[in-house]
């Protein structure tokens, strides 16, 4: 449906310095987008009803080539490092000024939408695109206004994805030919040289990890987060492979949303209109919400098909295993809508220990909970990525380094204050191995790991004992409905006590070393939540 007309969107992307564009579609509908696209070949259509498509030679973010202008507002605020590369305000000039160049007598979507369903922070979004697709991915992925909103809208910042155009390093500032950079000045996001539709959902939430903190006081974060029937929010905290989708969709409790949230004085909201889920080998009996949601409308990227057909294997990764699909939360029947939760009254911390150290359950102090906070470690296991043979540690500041523009230390503060405040639980949930390290021993059950996690949500765990862990500090609980209280130890499940001790004392050697980059900026009640191998 077109809002407004054609020939006033002309005349704001005139005055954004965008001209001589030959058309604008504005503000299409799902079904015009994927009509569009599969007119111009871009997809096909699954057995699910669902739009495929391919993202070409990026199926997965880059984060070496995402940048920050460094300017009088971000110099000395952001954190600059390996994710916040600085970009001079001279080059980021010179390149809009090429992708307005390209633009030139070409065809583009652009769609107003917005991010944080509390109104209080709500941030009005232009995504323009160069596909159909790509535009369908932003009406999924963000919140939708309502027609009667859109024609008031004021696009406060302005997302431009062309995937066609490539920039020259040697001229334009960039690493190589495809870059995401923001201008928190301009409040814009310019994407080139990659389809790949995730750089347009973390780029917004790139920028909210700034404004929200530093202007507004609100925590963001990298979580899943959901509401129980007494209106109680938990908050999932955890790196790809650790189970936060899987252990946060429950249907006995309301989806607040799976990835992007915000915490304030007196809830936790989500950034998000939708949901970005891997699909690799994805089963209705494994994720059945999921499946379901694979429907006309939904969006999959880089997925393989049966045989001459046009039904999805899911356990096809030959073009990447970071196969995807985007859809709208309603799509999932228990979602709350509007996506709006209490203050947490638990918040868990899912770490995949491929070593076997770290127990299944612990309640973490406020001073544990901010150190693990800004180690955000998990370990990542054989035949995950290419040239991983043995367990290998991953360690990725507030579960969500790439899109952390300020200091890990300020955000695990923010943290801290909240929980005291509310007198939060918060647990840290081992859904690696026990018995031994990848290889020797073998992986918690789902089940034992959702009954952890009940009995912390139904307050079970207030009532059982609790001993210390030698090496990492952490509470472990002496009993959990549910689950064998000889796992509980994970000292105890290892044949070699010897071995384990070892291992458990190189595993805090690693969380160590890699605080050392923070210590300079971290106070002492963090610092002093360090593990202490055994002398």
Known sequence: MQISSVRDTLTELKELGIGDIANVYYQLSPEELISQTLARRQGSLTDSGALAVNTGEFTGRSPKDKFIVKDGKTADS?????????????????????????????????????????????????????????????????????????????????????????????????????????????????????????????????????????????????????????????????????????????????????DEHGWNSHNVFNFEGGCYAKTIDLSAEKEPQIFQAIQDGALLENIGYYPNSNKVNYEDGSITENTRVSYPLHYIDNALEPSIGSTPKNIFFLTCDAYGVLPPVSKLTPGQAMYQFMSGYTAKVAGTEAGITEPKSTFSACFGAPFMPLHPAQYAKMLGEKMREHEVNVWMINTGWTGGAYGTGQRIKLAFTRAMITAALTGELEKVAYREHEVFGVAIPESCPGVPDEILDPRNTWKDTTAYDNKAADLAAQFVRNFEKYADKTDKEILDAAPKPLQ
């Open 78 to 258: 952001v954190n600059w490092n390996d994710f916040n590369q600085p970009f001079s305000t001279e080059n980021f000039d010179n390149l809009f000024g090429k992708i307005s160049a390209y633009l030139k007598d070409k065809q583009v979507w652009v769609r107003d939408c917005y991010a944080c369903a509390d109104p209080a922070y709500r941030v009005n979004i232009r995504v323009i695109t160069e596909t159909p697709w790509a535009n369908l991915f932003a009406y999924n992925m963000f919140l939708r206004p309502s027609d009667e909103e859109v024609e008031h809208m004021d696009p406060e910042w302005t997302v431009i994805q062309v995937p066609g155009f490539l920039a020259n390093p040697a001229t334009d500032g960039t690493r190589q030919h495809n870059f995401s950079i923001v201008s928190f000045t301009k409040k814009m996001i310019i994407i080139g040289g990659s389809a790949y539709t995730g750089e347009i959902k973390k780029g917004i939430f790139t920028i909210l990890n700034y404004v929200l903190p530093h202007e507004h006081g609100v925590l963001p974060m990298h979580c899943s987060a959901n509401q129980g029937k007494k209106g109680d929010t938990a908050i999932f905290f955890g790196l790809s492979g650790t189970g936060k989708t899987t252990l946060s969709a429950d249907p006995e409790r309301k989806l607040i949303g799976d």
